[in-house]
């Protein structure tokens, strides 16, 4: 709460609703005995979760979808280039819950793929729905998609179904119609991994998450990794490992093809064997061998469900939102092992 010389008025902003943990991003203004509340000034996405982000390097771009919001989706797309963030407005915007993106590489499209498996792409203009496939993923949420550049296809794998069970199950996108890979072996059923195409590698990798090892098995957290070469999956063990976790943010660097991991749900282990999760905001470098945990001049606070993309326009990741008990709206910067916070 304060005062503006500008505009004589006293400001009010945020703050938290009295009575639950909803945290706020609105402004009111007092001024002649009144309170206003001016339209929303939309410089940045607000406080979110479980949203779509993925970098564009044909456009050297980062696009956002929608997202969790208290508790509600929402259906917002945003561009973020060299430090800003910029609202697009795009006819047939779709409208989507629990949203996941890829970008392939090789048609320069962003593929979306919604909680009901209705896909979209975007190819920098306009969006295209594809709204009568006869054979498509069913319905499931907490999943993840990556782009295979050495298959030339989308991979969707995992996730949670609307009949509370966790999945296994494996299908491609290549650009028209979704394929499930039936043969094969295949990791846990689980969701809320950390799934990415490794160009060190060649494969789509997989790692932790939160589930079953067979259907009426108990529930487990995740910290193994495993590779996919179009047909199986097979586990790899490095000799280090981050602690194991779900809900973590990952992407690839585009200068050194390495792989940075940041946060999650972390599960600890303290006196008496006795375990705990804890949001975490370590980072950790995966090299195509081994994984290596940085030394990072600060960071971004513990949070997970948030995401973690390349920026082609300033040669940096930056990692937006998330969920640590609220929702959260900052954008931060990783760059030589330092975390610098955007101020909006």
Not at 174 to 180: C, K, L, P, R, V
Not at 224 to 230: I, L, P, Q, Y
Not at 249 to 271: A, I, K, M, S
Not at 284 to 289: I, T, V
């Amino acid at each position: 709460f304060a005062y503006d010389q500008r505009w004589k008025s006293l400001v009010l902003f945020g703050g938290n609703l009295a009575f639950t943990a909803s945290p706020r991003s609105d402004t009111y203004m007092y001024r002649d005995e009144k309170w206003i509340n001016p339209p929303p000034n939309p410089t940045a996405p607000g406080p979110r979760s479980l949203f779509a982000m993925v970098g564009d390097p044909v456009r050297e771009v980062i696009w956002l979808y929608g997202g969790l919001r208290e508790g509600f989706p929402g259906s917002d797309f945003w561009k973020f280039e060299h430090g800003f963030w910029h609202l697009v407005e795009a006819e047939n915007t779709p409208v989507c819950d629990f949203p996941l993106a890829a970008f392939d590489i090789h048609r320069s499209r962003m593929v979306l793929v919604c909680t009901d498996s209705s896909t979209y792409e975007w190819d920098g203009r306009e969006w295209k729905a594809f709204p009568d496939l006869s054979n498509r993923p069913d319905a499931r949420r907490f999943s993840h998609l990556t782009y295979d550049q050495n298959l030339g296809r989308t991979i969707l794998y995992g996730g949670y179904n609307a009949l509370g069970e966790y999945v296994n199950k494996t299908w491609t996108w290549n650009g028209s119609a979704w394929t499930e890979v039936r043969s094969g072996k295949r990791p846990h059923f689980r969701a809320l991994a950390s799934m990415w195409y490794d160009p060190i590698l060649r494969r789509t990798v997989l790692y932790g998450g939160i589930g079953r090892k067979d259907r009426e098995g108990r529930l487990e957290r995740f910290g193994d990794m495993w590779t996919f070469d179009g047909t199986t999956w097979t586990e790899i063990k490095p000799a280090t490992m981050p602690p194991t976790r779900y809900g973590a943010q990952v992407g690839v660097d585009g200068l050194t093809n390495r792989t940075t991991l940041f946060g999650g749900l972390r599960l600890e282990t303290g006196e008496n064997d006795l375990q705990r999760q804890v949001y975490a905001n370590d980072t950790w470098e995966w090299n195509g061998s081994t994984w290596r945990q940085l030394q990072t001049e600060g960071a971004a606070p513990p949070r997970e469900n948030s995401a973690l993309a390349w920026d082609y326009s300033e040669k940096g990741f930056i990692v937006f939102g998330g969920w640590s008990g609220y929702y959260l709206s900052d954008t931060w910067r990783l760059l030589d092992n330092r975390w610098l916070v955007f101020a909006e």
